[in-house]
Each structure stands twice: as structure tokens, then as C-alpha cells.
């Protein structure tokens, strides 16, 4: 009898499960042509196995299984052997997908942090209902609609904040050890391609943040290009920094306000022919003479790097930073059935010298292997437009190279352990306002209450001399010689070992600019973050100078 009931259920379980084939048809038979070049024999008995082991499983396995989550394991470790860009979206992640395409979701525009079994907000969204209906930096969410949050995932507390637009949460916080609700209208939360753009202090040089390309990209390049050059613009820095990249379209539109209409920008060779493309600029540009520097760091990826590699072939820009991240591949998403997609990737990218920036390997690679960086001996040269030689395989090398300082333990531990959040979040209850952006930075008093306060509180703290000498120590007792070194060993410890006490004080300079860049957030949010960094950041510095210096700017693209 409860076979029979178990066995009843096959037909329904098989048609789920049968999603399966229908993704691995799609993946193997994207286009005719595809599936004339492949082996169709394979192809069958590969999907009649998959069927067979399928009814065996549903059939004689002890216990009852689950088609929904045996073909997610299935899709997830067949997309697993190819590269980490080619995606399965399940129609319950359709929110997701919009919002990476778009930049739009229901919510109510507030970044979130996990801190210990709560959810915190971290930062709102200046003008978007969660900063309007009095939600603040530091808030921790007790509950969403009368569900507590306690010990609720990130994820959880996300799925909750959003919903359609117009819907009402009643969102309980703590704040300053009271308890208040707030009710936040949800709205259409649209986060914007550039963030921030804006005169820096020089009063000639713009500053465009970009930090994705979904279908407003360029519109918005665009508007915050003029606004620039009514205020009096007459060179600019694109900042295409942690920027991981977006629709391949909105990078051409981005690079036409450069150069001059028909310049091919980017071309593309898939193993289908009818993906071998050529994409050229369609209008006539906005300016194709002021001063550009193009900032890119280890963050900046795929639309990011065809923006960045078209200009420095083209030598119409100067980049400076860090070398990029290297993703030279194209996907294209395509439609399944019960509303899920899958996105696949279709071909890799060449700028205009004939470059492709793929710094890893994904389909040579033998089973089990993680995908290698492409050889020394296998990256070729190119010539920009002026002769400046470029490489392949090796994401976009900037013109300047800016060597980043790295951060001290102590700063990493008061950031981890959310030292600096909290006393940020304090400050701002105590003190009313503070100086404008872009001039902010806490005096020796201010920085004198910080170190106080970072004293009282509970974090470990150990240095990487340490945790070394440590290692060193166990090996030389386990081989017999520690009693010998003892000493040495001990004079070498007291010098690495830490002290909260006397780095604070070593290392003031950082942590007062992070600490800084967090309480400036507090009061004048994104845009105000951008503008305290204009002081320090090395990258703008660097772009400042050299836009500076028509002669420099000049040599550096071989003028």
C-alpha cells in the first residue's frame, strides 16, 4: 500500500524532474547550429541515463526524494563544469535577476549588516523610505511585521525588508537601548549606475562614480557629464573601481562619448557563428578632447574592462590604479520554461587592439582542477593607437601603476569586530553636525575619545609576527631546539606583541581616515563618503596631478 501511494506520486515527481532535461537541451542545443556540430548519440543516451537513474531513484530508493532539490544539485554541479558566469536562475530568484539587470527592486533602500544574532541597518539610502521614515545607521531590526529577527540570517531579514511597491512593514528597532517601531512604505528602489559625481576640490576637475552597467549606465554618464561641464569642467576622472560590470551595450554608449561615431569599441568570437560581432560606436560623441583618467582596481570586471581597454587602445584615456580584474567573457540569458532562465556564457571579448583580458582558463583545465592563469609564455602583445604596447591574459595593466598601503591588523580587527560602526553611531547621537564633507576629519581631541573608547571594548588582538613566532616556537620544540633559542625567542616576542594602547597611536593616520569616511556616512550618507575620500584616496590624487599636466598626461599616451 504505501508503495502504491509512494509510486503514484512518480508521474508528478518525473515531470519536475524532467525541468532537468529540458536546461541540459538548452545547454547542448542552444541554436541549430549547435546541435548540428554536436554528437547527437551522446546527447540522447547522456539524457536516457539521466531518465533511467532518475526512475530507479524514485522507485527503490529507501527514502522518499525530493525532484526539486535533485535537479538544482543536478543543474548546479553541471554548470559547475564549466565557469563560474555561466547561471541557472530559478524563478524564485527572478527578484535577483532583476535587480543585477536594472538595478531596481520593492524594498525600502538600506543597506544591512549582520552583528552577532542581529541584523543591523548599516546605512539608508538618502531619500528612499527607509532614511524618510526615520530609520537610522546603527538601528538593530528586532522584528519585521512581528516576526522576530533574532538570530534570522541576513538573507532572511533582506526577504523581508522587501516586497511590491506601496506595501507597508512595521519595522521594530533598537536605538540607544529603547525600542521603537517604524512603519516604512516600501517603494521602487532604484540603485543608481552613478552614484555620485561631482566637482573635486581643484574646481576644474570632474568625478563620475560608476558602479554598474544595467540599462540607465550610460543615461546617467551622460547627464552627470553635462551637469559637470556647466559647473565648469575641463577634465574629468571615470571611476570604474569595484565596478564588476553589467550589459556590454551600455559600455559602447559609454565609451561614444569619448570618440568619434563608427570607432569599433569591442568585438566578440563565440563557437557559434552567428555570436562573432563587431561593436562600433552609433553616435557622435560629447567630447572628444578633454583630459580623461580612467580609475580601475582588482574590483573592475567584464563591461568595466571593455570601457577601460577600448580608451587606453585607443589612447584617449589615461587609467590609473590597479590592474583589473581580467574577465574577458560574454553571456547572453535565455529564457526557460516555469519562469526560470539560465544565463550562459557565449563568447569572449576583444578590444579594439585585438586583445582579449581573460586571465583564467576555465575550458582546458582537466577534471577537478581550478581553473590557472594563462601562461607567461602564451600572452601576446598588441600596439595601441599610438604604438604604446599592451598584453593579453592579464585584465586591463594600468598606464600608473598606485601601490595601496595595507592595512594594519588593529584597523581590520576595529572594523571585524565593529568597533569603528558602533563609535560612529554614537557620535552621531551626540553631535548635531559636523563639517562638510569634503573637509571633514576628526581633530586630536575627537580622535583622543575614540581611542578611549576602543580601549574598553573586548576584541582579540594578535599581529601576524606573532601568530608566526608562535609556529616557530612549536617547531622548534617538536625538533628539540626551543631551549636553545629561549631567549631570543622571548627578546623577539616582546618587540611583535601587541599593544591596543601604542597602535592606536601607530597607526592613527588610517584609522582615523576610515573612522572618518564612517561618521562622515552618519550624517551626508554616499555622496558624503565620496567626498571625505577625495582627500586621501591615492588613485584621485594621481589623476589629479597628471590631468594637471598637459606634457604628462601626453607622454603617458604617447602623444
Given at each position: 500500500?504505501?508503495?502504491?501511494?509512494?509510486?503514484?506520486?512518480?508521474?508528478?515527481?518525473?515531470?519536475?524532474?524532467?525541468?532537468?532535461?529540458?536546461?541540459?537541451?538548452?545547454?547542448?542545443?542552444?541554436?541549430?547550429?549547435?546541435?548540428?556540430?554536436?554528437?547527437?548519440?551522446?546527447?540522447?543516451?547522456?539524457?536516457?541515463?539521466?531518465?533511467?537513474?532518475?526512475?530507479?531513484?524514485?522507485?527503490?530508493?529507501?527514502?522518499e526524494i525530493k525532484p526539486g532539490e535533485m535537479s538544482k544539485t543536478a543543474i548546479d554541479a553541471m554548470l559547475k563544469q564549466l565557469d563560474p558566469y555561466t547561471v541557472y536562475y530559478h524563478e524564485s530568484n527572478m527578484e535577483d535577476y532583476r535587480m543585477m539587470t536594472t538595478g531596481q527592486y520593492g524594498g525600502i533602500g538600506a543597506l544591512i549588516r549582520k552583528m552577532g544574532e542581529y541584523t543591523f541597518i548599516a546605512e539608508p539610502y538618502e531619500g528612499k523610505p527607509a532614511q524618510l521614515s526615520g530609520a537610522m545607521a546603527g538601528d538593530k531590526i528586532l522584528s519585521i511585521d512581528g516576526k522576530d529577527m533574532k538570530g534570522k540570517a541576513s538573507d532572511e531579514v533582506s526577504d523581508g525588508l522587501r516586497g511590491p511597491k506601496g506595501s507597508t512593514i512595521q519595522l521594530k528597532v533598537e536605538r540607544a537601548g529603547e525600542e521603537k517601531t517604524i512603519s516604512i512604505t516600501r517603494d521602487e528602489i532604484k540603485l543608481a549606475d552613478v552614484p555620485y559625481f561631482g566637482m573635486l576640490n581643484n574646481g576644474t576637475t570632474g568625478y563620475i562614480k560608476l558602479n554598474s552597467f544595467t540599462q540607465t549606465a550610460s543615461a546617467e554618464v551622460i547627464a552627470a557629464y553635462?551637469?559637470?561641464?556647466?559647473?565648469?569642467?575641463?577634465?574629468?576622472?571615470?571611476?570604474l573601481r569595484g565596478n564588476g560590470g553589467g550589459l556590454l551595450m551600455e559600455a559602447v554608449r559609454i565609451v561614444n562619448i569619448f570618440v568619434k561615431k563608427g570607432q569599433t569599441v569591442v568585438t566578440t568570437k563565440g563557437r557559434i557563428p552567428e555570436e562573432n560581432k563587431t561593436y562600433a560606436t552609433s553616435a557622435d560623441p560629447l567630447d572628444l578632447t578633454i583630459p580623461l583618467v580612467v580609475l580601475v582596481d582588482g574590483g573592475s570586471a567584464s563591461a568595466s574592462e571593455i570601457v577601460s581597454g577600448s580608451l587606453q587602445d585607443l589612447d584617449r584615456a589615461v587609467i590609473i590604479g590597479e590592474n583589473s580584474y581580467g574577465k574577458g567573457l560574454v553571456q547572453r540569458t535565455f529564457d526557460l520554461k516555469y519562469g526560470s532562465k539560465i544565463k550562459v556564457t557565449i563568447s569572449k571579448y576583444y578590444t579594439p587592439s585585438g586583445r582579449c583580458v581573460q586571465r583564467l582558463e576555465y575550458y582546458d583545465k582537466e577534471l577537478g582542477d581550478k581553473p590557472k592563469a594563462i601562461a607567461d609564455s602564451l600572452l601576446k602583445s598588441f600596439k595601441t593607437v599610438n604604438g604604446?604596447?599592451?598584453?593579453?591574459?592579464?585584465?586591463?595593466?594600468?598606464?600608473?601603476?598606485?601601490?595601496?598601503?595595507?592595512?594594519?591588523?588593529?584597523?581590520?580587527?576595529?572594523?571585524?569586530?565593529?568597533?569603528?560602526?558602533?563609535?560612529a553611531t554614537d557620535?552621531?547621537?551626540t553631535?548635531?553636525?559636523?563639517?562638510?564633507?569634503?573637509?571633514?576629519?576628526?581633530?586630536?581631541?575627537?580622535?583622543?575619545?575614540?581611542?578611549?573608547?576602543?580601549l574598553k571594548q573586548e576584541f582579540t588582538y594578535s599581529t601576524a609576527s606573532e601568530e608566526q613566532l608562535e609556529k616557530m616556537k612549536k617547531t622548534a620544540e617538536d625538533e628539540g631546539y626551543f631551549e636553545d633559542i629561549k631567549g631570543d625567542y622571548q627578546q623577539l616576542l616582546s618587540k611583535v606583541t601587541p599593544s591596543k594602547e601604542r597602535d592606536l597611536d601607530k597607526f592613527k593616520t588610517e584609522i582615523n581616515d576610515i573612522l572618518s569616511s564612517e561618521i562622515v556616512a552618519r550624517y551626508y550618507y554616499q555622496n558624503g563618503r565620496a567626498e571625505q575620500a577625495f582627500q586621501t584616496d591615492k588613485d584621485i590624487l594621481k589623476a589629479i596631478e597628471v590631468l594637471s599636466d598637459a606634457k604628462q598626461l601626453n607622454t603617458i599616451l604617447g602623444k
Open positions: 500500500m504505501v508503495f502504491e501511494s509512494h509510486h503514484s506520486n512518480l508521474n508528478n515527481n518525473m515531470k519536475q524532474f524532467l525541468h532537468v532535461f529540458a536546461l541540459i537541451t538548452i545547454l547542448i542545443g542552444l541554436s541549430p547550429s549547435v546541435k548540428a556540430q554536436s554528437n547527437g548519440f551522446e546527447e540522447i543516451k547522456s539524457m536516457e541515463l539521466m531518465d533511467l537513474i532518475f526512475q530507479q531513484l524514485e522507485t527503490n530508493y529507501v527514502d553635462g551637469k559637470l561641464k556647466q559647473q565648469g569642467m575641463t577634465s574629468v576622472i571615470l571611476d604604446r604596447k599592451v598584453i593579453d591574459g592579464r585584465g586591463i595593466e594600468p598606464d600608473i601603476l598606485v601601490e595601496k598601503d595595507d592595512y594594519s591588523r588593529l584597523l581590520l580587527m576595529l572594523v571585524s569586530n565593529n568597533v569603528i560602526f558602533n563609535y557620535f552621531k547621537r553631535h548635531e553636525s559636523i563639517a562638510p564633507a569634503k573637509t571633514f576629519k576628526l581633530s586630536d581631541d575627537e580622535y583622543a575619545a575614540f581611542k578611549a573608547y576602543a
